[in-house]
């Protein structure tokens, strides 16, 4: 299963569980998983990253195109489906138009054109005032996953080094 992960995974990461300073492991995780074609993430995603200015900003910098793809013919041929979706749902147009500007949009999209799994923490929701990735996802048939069911679906091990030299 290949993987597109949204910018709130990054984010709640690195503001909670797998901060950068204190747990690598997790970093590393994605980087290799990445090296290995299973973890992605578009380049709206790293924009909104990057436009953070903060450690994260450096860490999606140094990831590069092979991390954060860049748009391709299959993936813009997709933004037609999943806008026809997004219209005719019942959204209120300013949800519509607000997800027309924002990654996600792009993330489903290309998610619809390679049939990778979508993972973010974003919970579908009834509401028409905005559109949610989980909701585009189970009406475009994408695969939608948290980054918990992620990590254990791969068996991700972060193993915990003692610090100081002590156990």
């Not at 450690?55 to 813009?76: H, Y």
């Not at 799994?117 to 994408?142: D, F, M, R």
């Amino acid at each position: 299963m290949t993987y597109l992960l949204d910018a709130n995974v990054f984010i709640q990461a690195k503001n909670l569980h797998y901060g950068l300073d204190f747990c690598p492991a997790f970093w590393d995780w994605l980087i290799t998983n990445n090296q290995q074609q299973k973890v992605f993430s578009i380049e709206k995603v790293g924009d909104e990253i990057e436009a953070g200015n903060d450690e994260l900003a450096k860490w999606a910098d140094q990831r590069g195109p092979g991390f954060f793809l860049k748009p391709d013919s299959a993936m813009l041929s997709a933004l037609g489906k999943v806008s026809a979706w997004a219209i005719d749902q019942g959204y209120d147009p300013a949800a519509v138009n607000t997800f027309f500007q924002v990654a996600d949009y792009y993330l489903v999209a290309f998610a619809v054109a390679h049939n990778h799994s979508i993972v973010t923490h974003e919970i579908a929701s009834p509401s028409t005032k905005k559109i949610k990735i989980p909701n585009a996802c189970i009406g475009l048939e994408v695969k939608c996953v948290t980054p918990y069911e992620m990590l254990r679906r791969e068996r991700a091990r972060f193993i915990l080094e003692p610090s100081g030299g002590r156990v």
